[in-house]
């Protein structure tokens, strides 16, 4: 029985982390097809390829649509869209676009907090989640990483003062949650791993340790990832 449980743990080892990483694949895959489908078949380059292509291959079976297309399209898109916006012409038409969106009361609301967002996390000048920190979290004494991902401004500082940043503790192990809080730069111990690391150790719950180097904590304390 005991090396009945190694195999059986060792090939769940093998395979849980294989097939979810497949599942996802699979996941991003179809749905981004999904967006092909949404062209008339007159404009779709697969539908004309494979009638071009159908003579010669018969096990396609009448086949209209090749699995991936939606991800070259979508691809495709975006490129043409980033080429465009970074023209002056470009601009303005996205500023008019914005404008317009900017009009309608619930579409204005949604999309001003998603592009907020957006710039910060994926603008080159942006500083979010581009630090990981050891802070102390949720009390004095016990520590966890967490990431800066920026600076607090506005009414806050003036309330606070500036000397502080702004830290998210995800959760663990699913990171897409956790909590955002304000501390003193001073009190927050900033590390040498990546993001990726810091990522891995969290959503891991501490399993898969950091190869780079980190800022050791003080001895009496202790380095734990949230829970």
């Known amino acids: 029985m005991a090396h009945f449980k190694k195999y059986l743990l060792t090939g769940l080892l093998v395979w849980v982390p294989l097939g979810i990483t497949l599942w996802v694949l699979n996941l991003i895959i179809g749905t981004l097809d999904q967006l092909g489908t949404l062209l008339p078949q007159v404009v779709r380059p697969d539908f004309w390829l494979l009638k071009l292509i159908a003579p010669y291959a018969p096990f396609l079976g009448g086949a209209h649509h090749i699995p991936g297309f939606g991800v070259v399209l ?27 969106l900017n009009r309608i009361p619930i579409v204005r609301s949604i999309y001003s907090s998603v592009k907020q967002v957006s710039d910060t996390v994926f603008s080159d000048s942006g500083q979010a989640f581009r630090k990981a920190l050891l802070v102390q979290f949720p009390h004095q004494g016990t ?16 309330h606070l003062g500036d000397d502080l940043v702004s830290v998210f503790v995800p959760t663990t192990p699913n990171p897409t949650s956790g909590f955002l809080f304000m501390a003193r730069r001073g009190d927050v111990r900033e590390l040498n791993m990546s993001v990726d690391e810091a990522l891995k150790y969290v959503i891991s719950m501490g399993v898969v340790q950091p190869s780079g180097r980190t800022v050791a904590a003080p001895p009496n304390a202790t380095v734990a990832a949230p829970v």
């Open 74 to 100: 979508t691809v495709l898109v975006v490129l043409v869209t980033g080429i465009i916006a970074t023209n002056v012409l470009g601009r303005r038409l996205l500023q008019i676009g914005e404008l317009l």
């Open 143 to 158: 520590w966890t990483v967490g990431f800066m991902t920026g600076a607090p401004g506005g009414e806050i500082a003036d």
